[in-house]
């Protein structure tokens, strides 16, 4: 088995099966971005969020019926913590048909459909809220979680920059312009910008896991150790896809897989996983590297476990697909790379979900005989990532026999 590293933030865990022909990957950003309000697709916001929703969200709300309003209020901030998003919309639509101008009903509406993947809408609903109150930092915040999820990052630097100007102490929308950096490859800069994050609010251990994974970006190692294990040494904080501190030995894991200690990488993301069982990334990685031993059957548990977190993450189907795969399971496989392709395209290191997805969905059907459906597979695949070198060859190799069939 050969291990393609690659970096871990904001881009993937890539992994080939050499002797099998199959790619797998994961897209990987432990440490500063989170699915929880809003997402980037990382590991940690909710956590932020708790720290910038100021009371004013809930206070600044009964315009039209005070007893009325608050009740819903308070129906739709419990439905959001339990994570009804679905009900929470309903609620905060009735609040805005009652006041079509309450900002703060916006903002969580906003939240709600953010959280729903609804990702156009929550924009719209943001800039509504905007428009209406220019110098209210946490839909100028949210606004630009929304726009990186969909991976518009000069915009969601545009709205972190925002809410930095209206408040220059709000330590937030640092770490968040920080994650979006380290996305854009501006590591150095995005560094200083956490440098500021971190001197606003020196305790908040998530941002020495975000320090820690841009420091594993820039193969600083023994930097990124200490960034995480300082981390461990401040108070955890919760989050939907893991605590910070379950992030921190995620990204020690990741520090051990790249160095290719791979049983050590596992017992480092089992801890996370033990720490808190719905760090989606633990179980992901964890799976990953269990690949990369021929371990299926326990990748496939650690796969299956990251998809009942969160069954919109591609990340999980690919690695499970290929899991599957390789045991000969090629229908269960195709199902889960069509289930990939029916969610967004997520870049990543060797290549974008979708891309591998095609590729991988091509060698299954060319497993299959179907040799056909395979080079139009591949061919998708190139159209996605032309220098994807897996799908070139894999493509070369089914026109090859392709031909052989055709003309004996």
Known sequence: MKIKRGFFVGLTIAAFLANAGLVFAKQSVPGGMNSDSPPLG?????????????????????????????????????????GDYVEAEAIWRRVLQR?????????????????????????????????????????????????????????????FRQAIELDPNFSPAYLALATVQQQQGRLKRAIATLERAIELNPHLSI????LGDILVQMHDFEAATNAFHQALNLTDIPGLRGSAHSLAYVGLGNIALMQGEIDQAIADYRRAANLD????????????????????????????????????????????????????????????????????????????????????????????????????????????????????????????????????
Do not use: M
């Open 277 to 408: 069982p719905n760090c989606v990334e633990a179980h992901i990685r964890q799976g990953t590297a269990l690949l990369s031993q021929g371990r299926f059957a326990e990748a496939i548990a650690c796969e299956r476990r990251a998809i009942e977190l969160d069954a919109k993450d591609p990340w999980p189907h690919v690695n499970l697909g290929v899991a599957l795969l390789a045991q000969g399971r090629l229908e269960a496989a195709i199902v889960e790379f069509r289930q990939t392709l029916a969610l967004p395209n997520k870049t990543g290191i060797p290549t974008s979900t979708h891309a591998l997805a095609h590729t991988n969905l091509g060698y299954a059907l060319q497993l299959q005989g179907k040799l056909e459906e395979a080079i139009e597979e591949y061919r998708r695949a190139l159209q996605i990532d032309a220098n994807f070198t897996p799908a070139q060859y894999r493509l070369r190799e089914a026109e090859r026999l392709f031909k052989l069939k055709s003309h004996p």
């Open 99 to 159: 006041d079509p101008d309450n900002v703060a009903a916006l903002v969580k509406l906003g939240e709600s459909l953010h959280r729903l993947q609804r990702l156009e809408e929550a924009v719209t609903v943001y800039q509504q809220a905007i428009e209406l109150a220019p110098n209210f930092v946490v839909a100028h915040f949210n606004l630009g979680w929304t726009f990186a999820e969909q991976e518009r990052y000069e915009a969601a630097s545009t709205s």
């Open 207 to 210: 941002s020495y896991v975000v």
């Open 42 to 82: 990382a590991s940690s916001i909710l956590a932020v969020n708790k720290v910038v929703e100021p009371a004013s969200i809930r206070v600044a709300v009964v315009n039209v019926d005070n007893q009325t309003t608050d009740v819903l209020f308070e129906s739709g901030n419990s439905a959001q913590e339990a």
